[in-house]
């Protein structure tokens, strides 16, 4: 193994994970460096904001995954810096910062929450990316309905009994369907003072359709399904500003209303992470709107055949920001590494699914348009067949018997910290907590 090509790849989800493993049988070493230590599936985390599912099942410690590949090391850090010239890439762990070289680099880390220029909404309405998102926002929820069972005014009881979920996507469309499922089933019985089941759930969407990627004939399936539930579906409105105390929308015509919530939610709009920009910087490559990089066909950076970047951090013919292109462009990678050719990237699309409510869900592979229970059906297979390890995939069947057949939630718990953390982490700032100083070492 000495002397073996050192391969560093930057990130722990769908990118970087699956180019780790590709490279298990190999002649390499790799060492797999993220801010996070588990490896995140991020598809259900809107099951872990609705209490489905425990953040555990989804996210399984990187370390663990990778603890019979004897070629992969697993360092836990925040990469700040890549420098092209040098090879070299530097991460940061509570004041440790570590240097670690080079021969060939994966960059995959991926992209945060986008609020379109108007970031200061975040603090009232956080998006769904990351487990602490997702506790939050479960914090949230149920804490909403909590409030409302507490306080006696009819119009403060009506604003926190009404949620709204900002973007039609398939994570909008999911988190609002669980939330009426929630309110309608789940809870109806468990409160004295109010009735969960008169929550609002509003969805709202810019474009003219939701899930605008399904198509025409999915899209209208998805919206009157979710009528159905009870989700109010507005479609053709933007949000214009947005506060503790609720939302102000403004429809295709230019007339503004107000919509008094206490429960936010942001799924609309993604940005790159900003390692694309610094990658861009010393490359000479482009960067989109959202800050993704444009990569060379073979996902690599120009005049760097050494350096590939995939997922949803780079841009490359129009590939979506969906799982596949991350674990494709992974596998990749690591083939082009350990082959030595630079070949084009070519995309496998395998479909697009979204759940609506339980055994309702759409899906379109291929030709092929799936709707109702065979699509949910569908969906959770190919779901269970992705989660990463046999202790997770079990568990969330279990969970999943629970909350489709039994209708109950498993995962209800809430605590204060998950609400308040990210904006007193905030209010704190980014030195907190204070460490003694930053020490400096090289990797090897
Ligand atoms: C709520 C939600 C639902 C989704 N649903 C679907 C779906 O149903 N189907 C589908 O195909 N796709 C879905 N996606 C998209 C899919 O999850 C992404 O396309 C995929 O995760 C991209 O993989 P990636 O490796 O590029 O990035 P990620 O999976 O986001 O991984 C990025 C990694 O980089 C690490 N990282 C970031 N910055 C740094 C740094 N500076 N230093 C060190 N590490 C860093 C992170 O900790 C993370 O480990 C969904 C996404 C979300 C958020």
Same mark, same amino acid.
């Given at each position: 193994?000495?002397?073996?090509?050192?391969?560093? %790849?930057?990130?722990?989800?769908?990118?970087?994970?699956?180019?780790?493993?590709?490279?298990?049988?190999?002649?390499?070493?790799?060492?797999?460096?993220?801010?996070?230590?588990? /490896?995140?599936?991020?598809?259900?985390?809107?099951?872990?904001?609705?209490?489905?599912?425990?953040?555990?099942?989804?996210?399984?410690?990187?370390?663990?995954?990778?603890?019979?590949?004897?070629?992969?090391?697993?360092?836990?850090?925040?990469?700040?810096?890549?420098?092209?010239?040098?090879? %070299?890439?530097?991460?940061?762990?509570?004041?440790?910062?570590?240097?670690?070289?080079?021969?060939?680099?994966?960059?995959?880390?991926?992209?945060?929450?986008?609020?379109?220029?108007?970031?200061?909404?975040?603090?009232?309405?956080?998006?769904?990316?990351? %487990?602490?998102?997702?506790?939050?926002?479960?914090?949230?929820?149920?804490?909403?309905?909590?409030?409302?069972?507490?306080?006696?005014?009819?119009?403060?009881?009506?604003?926190?009994?009404?949620?709204?979920?900002?973007?039609?996507?398939?994570?909008?469309?999911?988190?609002? #369907?669980?939330?009426?499922?929630?309110?309608?089933?789940?809870?109806?019985?468990?409160?004295?003072?109010?009735?969960?089941?008169?929550?609002?759930?509003?969805?709202?969407?810019? $474009?003219?359709?939701? @899930?605008?990627?399904? #198509? /025409?004939?999915?899209?209208?399936?998805? +919206?009157?399904?979710?009528?159905?539930?009870?989700?109010?579906?507005?479609?053709?409105? +933007?949000?214009?500003?947005?506060?503790?105390?609720?939302?102000?929308?403004?429809?295709?015509?230019?007339?503004?209303?107000?919509?008094?919530?206490?429960?936010? %939610?942001?799924?609309?709009?993604?940005?790159?992470?900003?390692?694309?920009?610094?990658? $861009?910087?010393?490359?000479?490559?482009?960067?989109?709107?959202?800050?993704?990089?444009?990569?060379?066909?073979?996902?690599?950076?120009?005049? /760097?055949?050494?350096?590939?970047?995939?997922?949803?951090?780079?841009?490359?013919?129009?590939?979506?920001?969906?799982?596949?292109?991350?674990?494709?462009?992974?596998?990749?990678?690591?083939?082009?590494?350990?082959? &030595?050719?630079?070949?084009?990237?070519?995309? @496998?699309?395998?479909?697009?699914?979204?759940?609506?409510? &339980?055994?309702?869900?759409?899906?379109?592979?291929?030709?092929?348009?799936?709707?109702?229970?065979?699509?949910?059906?569908?969906?959770?297979?190919?779901? @269970?067949?992705?989660?990463? #390890?046999?202790?997770?995939?079990?568990?969330?069947?279990? /969970?999943?018997?629970?909350?489709?057949?039994?209708?109950?939630?498993?995962?209800?718990?809430?605590? &204060?910290?998950?609400?308040?953390?990210?904006?007193?982490?905030?209010?704190?700032?980014?030195?907190?907590?204070?460490?003694?100083?930053?020490?400096?070492?090289?990797?090897?």
């Amino acid at each position: 193994m000495v002397g073996a090509p050192r391969v560093v %790849i930057v990130g722990s989800g769908f990118g970087g994970l699956f180019a780790a493993q590709a490279f298990k049988q190999e002649n390499v070493r790799v060492t797999l460096v993220s801010r996070t230590s588990h /490896h995140l599936f991020q598809p259900l985390l809107y099951q872990v904001a609705t209490g489905i599912l425990s953040e555990g099942v989804i996210a399984p410690s990187t370390r663990e995954v990778l603890r019979r590949q004897k070629n992969a090391r697993v360092l836990l850090g925040d990469v700040t810096d890549i420098d092209l010239a040098e090879r %070299i890439v530097t991460s940061e762990l509570r004041g440790s910062k570590s240097t670690i070289p080079y021969d060939y680099l994966i960059v995959a880390a991926g992209a945060g929450q986008s609020y379109f220029g108007n970031d200061a909404f975040d603090s009232f309405a956080p998006g769904l990316k990351t %487990i602490d998102d997702a506790l939050e926002l479960r914090g949230r929820i149920f804490g909403a309905f909590e409030m409302a069972e507490v306080v006696t005014d009819p119009a403060e009881r009506t604003r926190q009994l009404t949620f709204v979920v900002v973007g039609g996507g398939p994570t909008g469309v999911e988190v609002a #369907g669980q939330i009426a499922e929630l309110s309608r089933t789940t809870l109806a019985k468990d409160f004295r003072s109010i009735d969960p089941r008169e929550a609002r759930v509003i969805l709202i969407e810019g $474009a003219p359709q939701i @899930l605008g990627s399904f #198509g /025409h004939e999915l899209s209208g399936k998805a +919206k009157r399904e979710l009528q159905k539930l009870g989700v109010e579906v507005l479609t053709g409105y +933007k949000v214009t500003d947005l506060d503790a105390q609720g939302v102000e929308i403004e429809d295709h015509a230019g007339n503004r209303s107000r919509v008094h919530s206490a429960c936010k %939610i942001w799924a609309a709009g993604v940005q790159a992470s900003p390692l694309a920009a610094t990658l $861009a910087e010393q490359s000479g490559a482009e960067v989109d709107r959202a800050g993704r990089i444009a990569v060379q066909p073979d996902l690599t950076l120009p005049g /760097h055949p050494e350096v590939f970047v995939v997922g949803d951090m780079m841009a490359l013919d129009g590939l979506p920001g969906v799982a596949q292109v991350a674990i494709q462009g992974g596998r990749h990678a690591a083939r082009s590494i350990v082959t &030595r050719e630079r070949t084009a990237f070519t995309y @496998l699309d395998k479909g697009s699914m979204a759940t609506i409510a &339980r055994f309702s869900a759409v899906a379109s592979i291929g030709r092929l348009q799936l709707t109702g229970f065979i699509a949910w059906a569908a969906w959770l297979l190919v779901h @269970l067949m992705y989660i990463i #390890g046999f202790k997770s995939q079990f568990s969330a069947l279990v /969970h999943w018997v629970v909350s489709f057949l039994g209708r109950g939630r498993a995962e209800r718990t809430t605590t &204060r910290q998950q609400i308040a953390a990210r904006l007193a982490l905030r209010q704190v700032g980014e030195a907190f907590p204070p460490v003694p100083q930053v020490r400096e070492q090289a990797v090897d």
